[in-house]
């Protein structure tokens, strides 16, 4: 039976719906009509809040950024940690989110890293972007003051760090949508991971280390300073823990 709703509850209906069969079945293998029947109203209730199935994607995204960065701002706030070490707390949090929410980042991946969605990719990527760049701004800031960081200019430094990391997220993403497994896919290990060749792991070791050690050279740190891709991106990829 039909249940007037308030709009945005509505909305998050169909986001908490269409997340639900993404993880079960794939992005591909899910229709807009699967997704008007589990949420149980019209098609032309959809329409009304998203465009496409691909506009319903890009929303998931982006709400998972923003939960992504919760807690961010007790990071922030805390008068104890340097800017080094704020540094390394918000990476680490969005790390873990991203490894606790897996199925999810695997379904984002495999359709905003597939050939036919650069522009969607482009978009998503400088929204991400423009998300970050005050947070990392004000650490920046921080560190400038304390004269831990060579930074001149704080949210410029900040834009161009976070569009550095996005190449990396994208050697990360190839990880994911190359995978055997996962939803829709056609692995046959129990736990739905695909497992990666000894030449993509190499890969993304190399990527992590190379964009590590930038950052460091462009804020100023000596080597060993940030850890801003941890073993939780590893597992993410792969679903191997790490101890």
């Known amino acids: 039976m039909y249940v007037a709703k308030e709009p945005e ?10 997340m639900t069969l993404f993880m079960q079945q794939g992005y591909d293998q899910t229709s807009v009509n ?12 959809f329409y009304h809040y998203f ?11 982006e709400r998972a950024a923003e939960q992504s960065l919760g807690g961010a701002q007790a990071i922030l706030d805390d008068p104890e940690m340097s800017a080094v070490e704020k540094l390394n707390a918000l990476f680490a949090q969005t790390n873990q989110f991203k490894a606790q929410n897996r199925d999810l980042m695997i ?13 969607l990719r482009s978009r998503l990527s400088e929204r991400s972007v423009e998300r970050v ?5 004000q650490i920046l800031e921080q560190g400038r003051q304390e004269g831990s960081m060579d930074v001149v200019h704080p949210e410029e430094t900040a834009r161009f760090v976070l569009r550095i990391g996005t190449e ?6 190839s990880g994911l949508g190359s995978g ?30 190379v964009y590590e050690r930038s950052v460091e050279r462009i804020l100023g740190l000596s080597d060993g300073s940030l850890t801003l891709i941890d073993d939780s991106i590893i597992e993410l990829i792969t679903g191997e823990k790490h101890d």
């Open 9 to 18: 509850e509505r909305r998050t209906e169909f986001l908490n719906s269409a």
């Open 34 to 45: 699967a997704i008007i029947d589990a949420v149980g109203v019209s098609k032309g209730a």
């Open 51 to 61: 465009k496409s199935k691909e506009e319903l994607l890009d929303q998931l995204a």
């Open 107 to 119: 379904a984002i991946a495999q359709v905003f890293y597939s050939d036919g969605n650069i522009l």
């Open 133 to 137: 760049a005050p947070i990392l701004a």
């Open 168 to 173: 990396v997220v994208q050697t990360f993403a």
């Open 180 to 209: 055997e497994s996962g939803p829709g896919g056609s692995g046959s290990g129990e736990s739905g991971h695909g497992l990666l060749s000894p030449e993509a792991r190499e890969q993304i070791n190399v990527a992590m280390e």
